[in-house]
């Protein structure tokens, strides 16, 4: 079990969590939706080790986080984070190997070769194993990275994977296919928690959902009790229709369009009424009256 006791964490003096308290049981998948700056990410790094919240404690299996040693601890805690910038030219399959780097003393050669053609098949990269990351496109990059996290867990489920907007720069087959692999892992032991910014990914495939806003944990619960109308527009300043699709039985949310006219924000597309001017003409001197020009 992942356990959050009463964390709070400050940056330069100022507040990014405020007193959040959860917990996680195995085979549970957790989606963290917000607007932005509401602590998402800061949260995700305090539970994943990489920082250390300034009160309270971070459980996992009943021992503290910051306890663990950083080589076991890489056996139970995968991270995707947002961003992960790879500048020199290593190939997809050294990339993804890396996430078994935790295991060389401990994991035989067979394990990790089954990891790594697993997750790369998984991932749909079978086919780019000896590009360059370099040649990849955002989104290609993104599933890298991805069958590197899961290849650092593959074979122990007693593990909590953390995936920070792991669908960034994919197209929409992937968006879903991702997420899917973290649902199946999650109905067999695992614990996920994932970041995103599209509340119906999240509604489709998390079993439970929170919202942070300001730092605080605002709403923690099933889709089909967080996703209300009210809380959508509490946390993300937007109206919305919520209802529940029948063949899935799964949330929807609708946001309502907004419309907007251009020309009440930007002053150079306003209707002009121009004067009426009066031109000589070079060849009969008479007056040409212009009329009003729209624009």
Known sequence: MLRVESISYKLNNRPLLKDISFSIRPGEMVALLGSNGAGKSTLMRLLSGERKPDTGRIMLYGDDLAA???????????????????????TVREVVMMGRYGFKSGSSAKNDQT?????????????????????????????????????????????????????NNMDL???HQTLAIAAAMAKKGYMIVVVLHEVNLAAQYASRIIIL???RKWWDGTPVQVLTPQHIYTAFGIHAQAYTDQSSLKTVIVPKEIK??????????????????????TETDELINLQSVKI
């Open 68 to 90: 663990y040693n950083r080589k076991i601890l890489a056996t139970r805690r995968a991270y995707l984070q947002q961003h992960n910038p790879i500048s020199m030219a290593f």
């Open 260 to 281: 907007l006219d251009a020309a009440k924000f930007n002053s150079n597309l306003q209707v002009l009424h121009q004067p009426v001017y009066k031109l000589k003409t």
């Open 173 to 175: 087959q992937f968006q």
């Open 213 to 215: 806003k300001d730092g």
């Open 115 to 167: 990891a790594l053609l697993e997750t790369m098949e998984l991932c749909g990269l079978t086919d780019l194993a000896d590009r360059s990351m370099l040649s990849l496109s955002g989104g290609e990059q993104q599933r890298v990275h991805l069958a590197r996290v899961l290849a650092q867990l593959w074979d122990n489920k007693d593990a909590v994977l953390l995936l920070d907007e792991p669908t």
